[in-house]
Protein backbone atom coordinates (compact mmCIF):
# COMPACT_ATOMS: atom_id res chain seq x y z
CA UNK A 1 0.00 0.00 0.00
CA UNK A 2 1.70 3.52 -0.97
CA UNK A 3 1.32 6.10 1.04
CA UNK A 4 0.18 9.59 0.13
CA UNK A 5 3.39 11.45 -1.79
CA UNK A 6 3.66 15.31 -2.77
CA UNK A 7 5.66 16.95 -5.49
CA UNK A 8 8.10 18.47 -5.34
CA UNK A 9 9.90 18.42 -2.43
CA UNK A 10 11.34 21.74 -2.40
CA UNK A 11 10.12 25.18 -4.34
CA UNK A 12 11.89 28.57 -4.69
CA UNK A 13 9.81 31.12 -6.80
CA UNK A 14 9.69 34.76 -6.41
CA UNK A 15 6.81 37.31 -5.22
CA UNK A 16 4.30 37.79 -8.01
CA UNK A 17 4.86 34.24 -9.67
CA UNK A 18 2.32 31.44 -9.69
CA UNK A 19 2.85 27.28 -8.41
CA UNK A 20 1.43 24.37 -8.49
CA UNK A 21 1.77 21.90 -5.79
CA UNK A 22 0.83 17.99 -6.07
CA UNK A 23 -0.62 15.38 -3.77
CA UNK A 24 -1.12 11.29 -4.57
CA UNK A 25 -3.44 10.53 -2.05
CA UNK A 26 -3.53 6.82 -0.02
CA UNK A 27 -5.29 4.30 -1.93
CA UNK A 28 -8.81 3.91 -1.25
CA UNK A 29 -8.81 7.60 0.35
CA UNK A 30 -11.37 9.55 -1.08
CA UNK A 31 -10.59 13.48 0.41
CA UNK A 32 -7.45 15.25 -0.08
CA UNK A 33 -6.88 17.86 2.80
CA UNK A 34 -4.32 20.87 2.72
CA UNK A 35 -2.50 22.40 4.87
CA UNK A 36 0.30 25.43 4.93
CA UNK A 37 2.83 25.16 8.12
CA UNK A 38 4.92 28.19 9.00
CA UNK A 39 8.30 27.94 10.91
CA UNK A 40 7.39 27.09 14.14
CA UNK A 41 3.16 27.34 13.66
CA UNK A 42 1.20 24.40 13.52
CA UNK A 43 -0.87 23.28 10.38
CA UNK A 44 -3.25 26.14 9.02
CA UNK A 45 -5.97 24.51 7.51
CA UNK A 46 -6.22 25.57 3.84
CA UNK A 47 -9.04 23.71 2.20
CA UNK A 48 -10.73 19.92 1.73
CA UNK A 49 -11.33 18.00 -1.74
CA UNK A 50 -13.96 15.19 -1.21
CA UNK A 51 -14.94 13.28 -4.19
CA UNK A 52 -13.76 16.00 -6.49
CA UNK A 53 -15.71 19.26 -5.10
CA UNK A 54 -14.65 22.00 -1.97
CA UNK A 55 -15.99 20.68 1.13
CA UNK A 56 -14.96 22.83 3.98
CA UNK A 57 -12.18 26.11 3.28
CA UNK A 58 -10.08 27.97 6.04
CA UNK A 59 -9.05 31.65 6.14
CA UNK A 60 -7.06 31.45 2.97
CA UNK A 61 -7.92 34.32 0.06
CA UNK A 62 -9.18 32.73 -3.22
CA UNK A 63 -5.62 32.95 -5.01
CA UNK A 64 -5.31 29.22 -3.19
CA UNK A 65 -7.06 27.10 -4.94
CA UNK A 66 -7.16 23.66 -5.57
CA UNK A 67 -8.57 20.34 -7.57
CA UNK A 68 -9.17 16.86 -6.99
CA UNK A 69 -8.88 14.05 -10.12
CA UNK A 70 -11.12 11.22 -10.23
CA UNK A 71 -8.43 9.32 -9.01
CA UNK A 72 -8.50 11.58 -5.66
CA UNK A 73 -5.02 13.19 -6.62
CA UNK A 74 -4.85 16.89 -5.52
CA UNK A 75 -2.87 19.82 -7.07
CA UNK A 76 -2.66 23.50 -4.61
CA UNK A 77 -2.66 26.34 -7.11
CA UNK A 78 -0.95 29.53 -5.35
CA UNK A 79 -1.46 32.79 -7.66
CA UNK A 80 0.29 35.88 -6.91
CA UNK A 81 2.90 34.81 -4.69
CA UNK A 82 4.18 36.75 -1.54
CA UNK A 83 6.85 36.42 1.23
CA UNK A 84 4.24 35.07 3.64
CA UNK A 85 3.32 32.17 1.61
CA UNK A 86 6.43 31.10 2.31
CA UNK A 87 5.93 28.00 4.24
CA UNK A 88 5.83 24.12 4.32
CA UNK A 89 2.80 22.77 2.13
CA UNK A 90 1.21 19.59 4.00
CA UNK A 91 -1.54 17.43 1.86
CA UNK A 92 -3.03 14.66 3.97
CA UNK A 93 -5.70 12.02 2.56
CA UNK A 94 -8.50 10.22 4.42
CA UNK A 95 -11.25 7.53 3.79
CA UNK A 96 -13.36 10.33 5.09
CA UNK A 97 -13.91 13.99 5.82
CA UNK A 98 -11.74 15.47 7.85
CA UNK A 99 -12.27 15.43 11.30
CA UNK A 100 -13.86 12.25 11.43
CA UNK A 101 -10.61 9.80 11.92
CA UNK A 102 -7.50 9.91 11.08
CA UNK A 103 -5.35 11.97 8.53
CA UNK A 104 -2.62 10.42 6.46
CA UNK A 105 0.40 13.14 6.17
CA UNK A 106 2.65 13.28 2.93
CA UNK A 107 6.17 14.28 3.62
CA UNK A 108 4.97 18.44 2.84
CA UNK A 109 6.60 20.49 0.40
CA UNK A 110 8.86 23.35 1.12
CA UNK A 111 7.91 26.53 -1.03
CA UNK A 112 10.74 29.88 -0.47
CA UNK A 113 9.03 32.83 -2.17
CA UNK A 114 11.72 35.55 -2.57
CA UNK B 1 -6.65 31.52 13.64
CA UNK B 2 -6.07 28.34 15.79
CA UNK B 3 -8.55 26.35 17.72
CA UNK B 4 -6.09 25.02 20.18
CA UNK B 5 -3.73 26.00 22.21
CA UNK B 6 -0.88 23.83 23.60
CA UNK B 7 1.39 23.95 26.75
CA UNK B 8 3.87 24.37 27.25
CA UNK B 9 5.58 25.05 23.87
CA UNK B 10 8.42 23.65 25.30
CA UNK B 11 9.21 20.80 27.22
CA UNK B 12 13.17 19.48 27.69
CA UNK B 13 13.33 16.01 29.67
CA UNK B 14 15.65 13.11 30.62
CA UNK B 15 15.05 9.59 29.01
CA UNK B 16 12.94 7.28 30.90
CA UNK B 17 10.97 10.20 32.83
CA UNK B 18 7.17 10.85 31.87
CA UNK B 19 6.17 13.77 29.13
CA UNK B 20 3.14 15.67 29.40
CA UNK B 21 1.59 17.74 27.02
CA UNK B 22 -1.58 19.86 27.50
CA UNK B 23 -4.22 21.33 24.56
CA UNK B 24 -7.14 23.81 25.20
CA UNK B 25 -9.56 24.61 22.79
CA UNK B 26 -12.56 27.17 22.33
CA UNK B 27 -15.17 25.34 20.70
CA UNK B 28 -17.45 22.34 20.73
CA UNK B 29 -16.25 19.44 19.26
CA UNK B 30 -17.12 15.79 17.93
CA UNK B 31 -12.80 14.48 18.36
CA UNK B 32 -9.74 15.79 19.66
CA UNK B 33 -6.57 14.39 17.91
CA UNK B 34 -3.11 14.39 18.40
CA UNK B 35 -0.18 14.08 16.05
CA UNK B 36 3.90 14.00 16.33
CA UNK B 37 5.95 15.63 13.49
CA UNK B 38 9.53 15.29 13.59
CA UNK B 39 11.86 18.01 11.94
CA UNK B 40 9.44 19.43 9.88
CA UNK B 41 8.15 16.14 8.29
CA UNK B 42 5.19 14.96 7.75
CA UNK B 43 2.96 14.19 10.45
CA UNK B 44 1.71 11.16 12.20
CA UNK B 45 -1.28 10.32 13.47
CA UNK B 46 -0.81 8.93 17.64
CA UNK B 47 -4.65 9.20 18.90
CA UNK B 48 -8.04 10.11 18.36
CA UNK B 49 -10.54 10.50 21.42
CA UNK B 50 -13.99 11.40 20.75
CA UNK B 51 -16.01 13.90 23.21
CA UNK B 52 -17.95 11.15 25.31
CA UNK B 53 -14.52 9.42 26.09
CA UNK B 54 -12.65 10.73 28.63
CA UNK B 55 -9.81 8.45 28.84
CA UNK B 56 -7.77 6.68 25.91
CA UNK B 57 -4.60 4.27 25.87
CA UNK B 58 -2.17 3.58 23.13
CA UNK B 59 1.22 1.57 23.96
CA UNK B 60 2.95 4.34 25.54
CA UNK B 61 0.76 6.85 25.54
CA UNK B 62 -2.32 8.17 27.69
CA UNK B 63 -4.75 10.91 26.47
CA UNK B 64 -7.46 12.60 28.60
CA UNK B 65 -10.12 14.74 27.80
CA UNK B 66 -11.89 17.33 29.83
CA UNK B 67 -15.00 18.86 27.81
CA UNK B 68 -16.53 20.76 30.64
CA UNK B 69 -12.68 22.60 30.73
CA UNK B 70 -12.22 22.24 26.69
CA UNK B 71 -8.84 20.49 27.13
CA UNK B 72 -7.07 17.38 26.79
CA UNK B 73 -3.41 16.17 27.89
CA UNK B 74 -1.21 13.92 26.56
CA UNK B 75 0.85 12.00 28.25
CA UNK B 76 4.27 10.42 27.13
CA UNK B 77 5.50 7.95 29.50
CA UNK B 78 8.74 5.81 30.08
CA UNK B 79 10.40 8.82 27.44
CA UNK B 80 12.76 7.63 24.93
CA UNK B 81 15.09 9.60 22.90
CA UNK B 82 13.11 9.30 20.12
CA UNK B 83 10.46 10.73 20.98
CA UNK B 84 11.93 14.01 20.52
CA UNK B 85 9.51 16.04 18.19
CA UNK B 86 7.19 18.50 17.70
CA UNK B 87 3.25 17.03 19.59
CA UNK B 88 -0.07 18.53 17.93
CA UNK B 89 -3.68 18.99 19.11
CA UNK B 90 -6.29 19.25 16.45
CA UNK B 91 -9.90 19.04 16.92
CA UNK B 92 -12.81 18.50 14.60
CA UNK B 93 -15.51 20.68 15.12
CA UNK B 94 -19.24 19.47 16.33
CA UNK B 95 -20.54 21.67 13.78
CA UNK B 96 -19.19 19.32 11.18
CA UNK B 97 -16.28 17.16 9.85
CA UNK B 98 -15.32 19.32 7.08
CA UNK B 99 -11.86 21.07 9.68
CA UNK B 100 -9.21 19.98 11.76
CA UNK B 101 -7.60 22.80 13.18
CA UNK B 102 -4.65 22.86 14.91
CA UNK B 103 -2.54 23.94 17.95
CA UNK B 104 0.74 25.37 17.81
CA UNK B 105 2.39 22.22 19.34
CA UNK B 106 4.65 21.29 21.89
CA UNK B 107 8.58 20.87 21.16
CA UNK B 108 9.98 18.04 23.27
CA UNK B 109 13.18 16.83 23.96
CA UNK B 110 14.16 13.92 24.99
CA UNK B 111 17.96 13.56 26.30
CA UNK B 112 19.74 10.68 26.91
Known amino acids: ETGVTQSPTHLIKTRGQQVTLRCSSQ?????VSWYQQALGQGPQFIFQ???????GRGNFPPRFSGLQFPNYSSELNVNALELDDSALYLC?????????????FGPGTRLTVL | SQQGEEDPQALSIQEGENATMNCSYK?????LQWYRQNSGRGLVHLIL?????REKHSGRLRVTLDTSKKSSSLLITASRAADTASYFC????????????FGAGTRLAVHP
Open chain 1, 92 to 104: ASSPGLAGVGEQF
Open chain 1, 27 to 31: SGHNT
Open chain 1, 49 to 55: YYREEEN
Open chain 2, 27 to 31: TSINN
Open chain 2, 49 to 53: IRSNE
Open chain 2, 90 to 101: ATAYSGGYNKLI
